[in-house]
């Protein structure tokens, strides 16, 4: 499914992007180096309202990188879904046609993030709860371009085979299909995703994520046993080293670019941007890699998970070894 044949029309256009899933409102406060309930106050440098959420901020990052994009999730009906929904409008991200959850209130959480970066989360799940494959129309899914779910885990109603019917409508139109995924609390890992993988051709956890989905160490053995159950590719980010990228035709590793680290919260999600613009672009999967890793480095170097530094021309010049 990656591999297609293509005239040179097809291969100069840019694919456009479905993102659906997970989107939060962010309280990110900074810096906080411990929590103390006998203390009354603390003094902070800075409390703000961010975008946040796997497939918001995929959205938000493919925008920046020029991306055609439109996204799909659920908000509650509250000023933070508002927040949220003025966020896409910003960025001319299309959004028509969601419906809030009436009982639910807009998945938020609050960051706490320290002087070296570290962060933690305290995560109300909200209305991303309620997120079903009858939310997500099929005349969203764009022909020939790429259906990306973002948060799986957390998605309860869409997870497994919501998500496997999804790709499989996104393959009838010719549409490539990825995913990337959170953390499962309740330790299912491989048994919630295993009605996906035969319909997903690009998967791009994290190394902690794959090695509990797979049972696995090793990145080659990670991807190598994906690729075993259905998965036509693997991108496994493995932070400050990089990546670590397989399909049926090449595999390799991608450094890291080196970048003074403010705050890591949605280093992944740009990774996952910067590698979904490449294969809009349809781009080599090393040069997917390198916008990738590049994506990530920018990140990380501004508070928030998502950063307006996130440009094209930002990204490239990460590439050829810019600082």
Known sequence: MLKKKQNDTEVSRTRSILCVGQLVADI????VERVDFGV???RVDSIEALNGGDAMNVAVNLARLQAPVRFAG????????????G???ELGIAHDGMEPDETLPTSTTI???NGAGERTFLHCAGANQSLCRADIQDEWLPKDGIVFVGGTYILPKLDGEGTADLFAVAHEKGALTAMDVTHDTTGRWMEVIRPCLKHLDCF????DQAQAITGCALPEDIAAKLIGEGVKMVAIKLGSDGCYVKSAHESFFQRAYPAKVVDTTGAGDAFVAGFLAGLA?????????QMGCAAGSITVRRIGAT???LTPENTQQIIKGGA
């Open 28 to 31: 990110v406060v900074h810096p």
């Open 40 to 42: 009354d106050t603390v």
């Open 74 to 85: 659920k908000t509650g009906r509250d000023s933070f879904g508002e927040y949220l929904l």
């Open 87 to 89: 966020r896409l409008d």
């Open 111 to 113: 960051v706490l993030i």
């Open 204 to 207: 791009l956890p994290s190394i």
């Open 281 to 289: 672009q349809n781009k080599p999967l090393f040069a997917c890699a």
């Open 307 to 309: 950063t307006d530094a």
